[in-house]
């Protein structure tokens, strides 16, 4: 650079020697044209020939705004923005300056405000992706990082912010899909959970089944008069019908809550011992005499679950009696 400027003076003096005057009108038009070209240090350094040709006030003036705009030009690269801005203030009020360097300045003065607009808000966005982090808030985190990144896109002043972001969201996405796949476990879970269970909000009452009941049971109301109620627990056996295993038995007073609710047995009738329990499955279903396959398999699911059934069922309080609401627990995704 230093070779290049030096060979610049030696051909720009060759080119001016002659006459004074015209050396120094030449080295005049030279500098400004390189002004309009915005080769700023060739203008400096043409209009500084012209000044040792001739004192001219007007020149130093030039030469003066030139400097500052150089200089301006300088610091913004270096990012010192608060410097820049005072030289390009310069560069503007110099009285007989040029007014193409001038509305340069101007135009320089709105890329400062805009870069100074881009870097505060990716400091900004950059600091809050930190915070988050060190609060765990990892989705808010991956957000604030993201906008970094965004406004940070073709942008070369704010690099080393958009680097930290790239760096930072590493560690944050993984534990995002670590949290994702753990929600989703959790979700899946709880469908399940509720695909093998039946609430009824009316007489608040859910009924829990086993895991190996999934898609295999239905639960049926019979009105059997006045406050008694019956909800048969059935099975889908082989053959696609479903058959009873238990009831549910309801007893509701004259405000409609329930006075008693207990699980009944198909197969052992007003008897809880289980040895007439063994002895009288199947026989309250004829239709399975003939069918000894799926009596067998419909007589194992009983037996499987006999001393379980009535762990299944949960009565919740009545709304009336001021009690929150534990069936949004059981509903709520």
């Known amino acids: 650079m230093y070779v290049k400027k030096v060979l610049f003076l030696i051909g720009l003096a060759l080119l001016l020697m ?194 190996s009941w999934v898609s295999k049971h239905r639960v049926k109301e019979t009105n059997l008069g006045g406050f008694k109620k019956v909800f048969a627990v059935q099975y889908q056996l082989s053959d696609k019908k479903y058959y009873d295993v238990f009831y549910v038995g309801i007893v509701l007073d004259g405000q409609g809550n329930i006075e008693s609710l207990e699980p009944e047995w198909t197969f052992i009738g007003n008897s809880r011992e289980k040895n007439h329990y063994y002895r009288m499955i199947g026989e309250m279903l004829p239709e399975l005499e003939d069918k000894p396959k799926l009596k067998d398999e419909f007589t194992n699911v009983v037996r499987q679950h006999i001393t379980s059934f009535s762990n299944w069922i949960e009565v919740y309080p009545h709304p009336t009696q001021g009690t929150e609401d534990p069936m949004k627990n059981v509903l709520q995704d």
């Open 18 to 211: 002659g006459c004074s005057n015209n050396a120094f009108d030449q080295a005049v038009e030279k500098g400004k044209g390189y002004i309009e070209s915005r080769e700023y240090d060739k203008a400096i350094a043409t209009f500084e020939l012209a000044l040792q040709e001739k004192d001219d006030e007007n020149i130093k003036t030039l030469l003066k705004q030139t400097k500052n705009m150089s200089k301006a030009i300088q610091t913004k690269e270096e990012q010192k923005y608060d410097e820049t801005l005072v030289l390009l203030q310069n560069v503007k009020d110099e009285k007989n300056g040029m007014e193409s360097v001038k509305k340069e300045a101007t135009k320089l003065e709105e890329e400062i405000k805009g870069e100074q607009k881009v870097i505060k808000e990716v400091n900004e966005a950059l600091k809050r992706g930190e915070e988050l982090i060190e609060k765990s808030e990892y989705g808010d985190a991956a957000h604030a990082l993201e906008e970094v990144i965004t406004l940070s896109e073709n942008k070369p002043i704010v690099n080393s912010q958009r680097e930290q972001a790239n760096k930072l969201l590493i560690p944050v996405k993984e534990k995002l899909a670590t949290f994702q796949a753990a929600e989703d476990e959790r979700k899946r879970q709880k469908e399940l959970q509720l695909k093998n269970m039946y609430v009824n909000e009316e007489y608040r009452f859910s009924i829990k089944f086993p895991t």
